[in-house]
């Protein structure tokens, strides 16, 4: 289901009530997911410009029939050239200064616009842009219940078929037909399958080893619904489990949960990863914590905001985001536990469905 016009406009008009404190006459948004969520475009490629009167969807002859049926909130009109139908819209427009999401633009592309458009000034905007998506409405939210569920049903599904001697990448298969089976749109990201010492990889691809009784076995998946993604980290090991494994799952999942516990409106994203890091570093293990504690999901798989050390994001009701803290010991072995998260007026739901207690699948 897509955004209908009352979304879009409601959308469109928060965008248009920040260009005087973005110091812009209007914002050419080059992003996808940006157009997405601000018009209900699925197309793969286009530019929308949103001025004080103008909001304007740009699109080839590709999508010009399934602009029109997608979006009711904006014109749609057709280019050839991309640079060259923005040249079109903007020359006469009367506009001064176009805001533009610099991420989302190649340097090649803000020159040819820059050669095209003398006396237009493209001011760049980071943080401005990247907000819009953090706070998600009821119709987001039940899309990522949905993403996570199918998730769920995926991992459920092909736990049965784990066994000693099955490779990581027929795992990694197994999990992402099911997801679409289940109902995915398509996956996530790349799905991570990592056994033994692979696991101590945070992000390992899997490949061919197959898994051995003892080992760590970490999957990170997810699917995408209605464009909306999930994201979570189930570990466990396969046979027996040992001791030391034991110790260090327990470590990671109590830190896990005290990151949980720190999740409200009007706290700090480091202060949340604060939570979670302190707890592993006091059990002298930091060193092998080597990433943030969590991001923001949505559109995107990773978005704002982040739950880092070093962030200045504010927590806000309606945010979703990951906690998934993890300890990688170099060619041993890693556990990572991952959630994802809404964030609630007191406290947080965890909308992944995993459970998160230690598990030896035999």
């Not at 340097?107 to 050669?115: A, C, H, N, R």
Request: aromatic fraction near 6%; glycine fraction near 8%.
């Amino acid at each position: 289901m897509l955004p209908d016009a009352m979304v879009s406009s409601k959308r469109i008009l928060r965008i248009r009530s920040g260009l005087a404190r973005f110091h812009v006459d209007a914002i050419l948004f080059w992003d996808m997911k940006n157009i997405r969520y601000l018009t209900g475009f699925t197309g793969s490629d286009g530019a929308l410009l949103i001025g004080r009167k103008e909001q304007i969807l740009m699109v080839d002859g590709r999508y010009t029939n399934q602009a029109k049926r997608e979006v009711e909130d904006a014109e749609v009109f057709e280019y050839r050239e991309k640079v060259d139908g923005i040249e079109t819209i903007l020359t006469g427009s009367g506009l001064k200064s176009i805001g533009f999401e610099p991420a989302a633009m190649n340097v090649q592309t803000y020159l040819k616009l820059k050669e095209k458009m003398k006396g237009l000034a493209l001011v760049p905007l980071s943080s401005e842009i990247s907000a819009i998506r953090t706070v998600k409405d009821e119709m987001e939210i039940a899309h990522m219940k949905k993403s996570s569920d199918i998730s769920f049903q995926a991992m459920t599904a092909v736990q049965e078929l784990i066994k000693p001697g099955m490779m990581e990448k027929d795992i990694a298969l197994e999990l992402e037909f099911r997801m679409g089976r289940f109902g995915a749109e398509q996956i996530a990201f790349p799905t991570i399958v990592a056994s033994g010492a692979n696991s101590s990889l945070p992000h390992a691809k899997p490949g061919s080893r197959r898994i051995e009784k003892g080992d760590v076995v970490m999957i990170d998946c997810g699917a995408v619904f209605q464009g909306y993604h999930s994201d979570e980290t189930w570990t466990f090991v396969i046979g027996n489990g040992q001791d030391r494994q034991k110790e260090v799952y327990a470590v990671v999942k109590e830190a896990h949960d005290r990151a949980l516990e720190a999740v409200k409106p009007g706290v700090l994203c480091r202060e949340v990863d604060r939570a979670a890091r302190s707890f592993i570093e006091n059990k002298t293990l930091g060193k092998y914590f080597s990433h943030a504690t969590g991001h923001g999901v949505g559109l995107d798989v990773h978005e704002a905001p982040r739950i880092a050390s070093t962030s200045e994001h504010v927590l806000e009701t309606g945010m979703v985001v990951t906690i998934e803290p993890g300890v990688y010991i170099p060619n041993l072995w890693g556990i990572r536990i991952e959630d994802m998260v809404l964030v609630k007026e007191e406290g947080c739901e965890v909308l992944t469905r995993m459970p998160k207690d230690f598990k030896v699948l035999n």
